[in-house]
């Protein structure tokens, strides 16, 4: 079985400053998905980005970008000019390819807290 | 545009009290989930359903039942709720065609205290 560890329970960054949130995952596949989502105090999950194992290149999607190092088995999300929106928990994720609907396996999160 | 509706939003039980929480999506997608999040511990996948009238164990599936009523829908009962159930519950959903994983789209949540 797949395991997902946020090493991070809780990070702070100042408004405008960058911050990298950490996630590793342990899988024998090589071919899989990796996400990260944010879940403010409203408690909706919002899908923020998105990886697939097969691209090397990294994903970026505006203000957020991860580093994905396949064979560390590491993705970790960075998020650039921090704003006081951004503050919520950070889940990463994995899920295998292939065609089999069991979802995601969730790590912990990482409580992000944006200081003014 | 609803995208994965769950009702109730808020729940009170006894112990040994049963309740259904309700899940639907309006999006055609073939694949529907439950999972539980509790304090420090993430997202845990209680059941799925990779299509109509399929349903799986997940890796939290004690002392819940699921019914995937149509493509729609698909709902979440405990029969005999106990404390230990406290949490928050959501539903989601994936479009998932072939052999193609997409990402989870997930509802708004249920909080449900066991008293």
């Known amino acids: 079985a797949q395991t997902v560890t946020q090493s991070q329970p809780e990070m702070s960054v100042q408004e405008a400053e960058t911050v990298t949130l950490s996630c590793t995952y342990d899988?024998?596949?090589?071919?899989?998905?990796l996400f990260w989502y944010k879940q403010p105090p409203s408690r909706q999950m919002i899908l923020v980005i998105r990886?697939?194992?097969?691209?090397?290149q990294n994903a970026t999607e505006n203000r957020f970008s991860v580093n994905f190092q396949k064979a560390a088995k590491s993705f970790s999300l960075k998020i650039s000019d921090s704003q006081l929106g951004d503050a919520a928990m950070y889940f990463c994720a994995y899920r295998s390819s292939g065609g089999g609907a069991d979802g995601l396996t969730f790590g912990k999160g990482t409580h992000l807290i944006i200081q003014p | 545009n609803a995208g994965v509706t769950q009702t109730p939003k808020f729940q009170v039980l006894k112990t040994g009290q049963s309740m259904t929480l309700q899940c639907a999506q309006d999006m055609n997608h073939n694949s529907m989930y439950w999972y539980r999040q509790d304090p420090g511990m993430g997202l845990r996948l209680i059941y799925y359903?990779?299509?109509?009238?399929?349903?799986d164990k997940g890796e939290v599936p004690n002392g819940y039942n699921v019914s995937r009523l149509n493509k729609r829908e698909f709902s979440l009962r405990l029969e005999s709720a106990a404390p230990s159930q406290t949490s928050v519950y959501f539903c989601a959903s994936s479009r998932d065609r072939g052999l193609t994983n997409e990402k989870l789209f997930f509802g708004s949540g249920t909080q449900l205290s066991v008293l």
């Open positions: 899988t024998s596949e090589s071919d899989y998905y």
């Open positions: 359903s990779a299509s109509e009238g399929t349903t």
């Open positions: 990886q697939e194992a097969y691209k090397q």
